[in-house]
């Protein structure tokens, strides 16, 4: 019998992260890999980042840190979030974290009971659920399909409230699809928000800045549900700083007390060096955000031509984040070298096996019938991935 608790051994392990060690094993052993599996810019962190980053060090900035985060930096979250959204938050509301992954954690902790209902739309970010399993919550679905550019209707929403409903969880621009909505479509769900006052949304807007169609709307923009928003956002995506690891929650009073409170109890403070370097992030400007938006848009372009083009592979084309999420289940009980493709996970494994690219099944991210491939890589990169793809599928029979 296994010494560990019921928590860890219910909990699935991060497929994002699987896959990626995955590609990393297989590369160990001197295969090409290409790796289109982790959500990661491949950019360097901008140079006036770092910098700050390194003074610093030289400035002593070694100790620990306030919970929350320096109020420095928390002021500049708030001056973001009025110039950027429009949107107005006190210093003391947001509460920074050791990446937005821990901002998420740290808000369905402390907002969800034992048993409690938590929507979410289909597909999701692979972790959503799990810490949702942690929460000792239930996890309610909102299934949606490509044809309806994986977005909800307020009818699908209205129709998944009930009385133990507590939280709902989404992102825009999301993870895996890339879609976006827009103000009128978040509008129609805060209308039905507004009619079910017990229920909190947990809003995911780290891929704000990879919006390819129109400047980016957050569902806090309407007054009348603002203080039962809890908004994710943080520094990974936007300026290249996955390993920093810094993100934060924007959200009432109450719930950020709460979010200090839970993370002074598991992790404190984040990296005081991270910080220093996020406060030069938002004070820099977007210039280099832009620069790498317009990179994630040629690239999402290429992709989405060349993907098109291969035979059983429906694919729509994302407004923003840098992820296709094809629809594959052409190939399913499709064979090659005596190897038969069940689902979305096997595919997946079946490319990386025979195609040497790596990508991420559908199931963990709520969503068995594809794969997601993600396009932060070089262009020449991205172009022999898909031919790849593309050859490996065609020997399916
Ligand atoms: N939300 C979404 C939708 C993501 O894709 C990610 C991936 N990193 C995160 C949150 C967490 O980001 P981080 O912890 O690096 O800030
Ligand atoms: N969020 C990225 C992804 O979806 C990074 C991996 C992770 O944190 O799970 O691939």
Redo the contacts with the bound molecule.
Sequence with gaps: MSALSTRINNLSE????KM?KLGRELAAKGVDVISL????PDFHTPEHIKEAAKQAMDKNFTYYTPVSGYPDLRKAVVAKLKNENNLDYDFSQIVVST?A?QAIANAVLCLVNPGEEVIIPTPY???YSEVVKLAEGKSVFINTTVEQNFKISPEQLEAAITPNTKLFMFSSPC??TGSVYSKDELEGLAKVFEKHPHVYILSDE?YEHINFIDKHESIAQFDYIKDRVVIINGW??AFAM?GWRIGYTASNSEIAAACDKMQGQITSGTCSITQRAGVAAYEGGLESVLEMRAAFKKRRDIVYKLLSDVEGVKVNLPDGAF?FFPNVTSFFGKSYNGRTIKDADELSIYLLEEGHVAT?GGDSFGDPSSI?I?YAAAEDKLIEAVRRIKEALGKLK
Excluded: D, H, L, M
Excluded at 14 to 17: D, L, N
Excluded at 37 to 40: A, H, L, Q, R, Y
């Design positions: 991060s497929a994002t992260i990626a599996s982790f959500g990661e990446g992954k970010w692979v972790s993870n895996p780290i990974s995506k996955t992820y991420v997601r993600s």
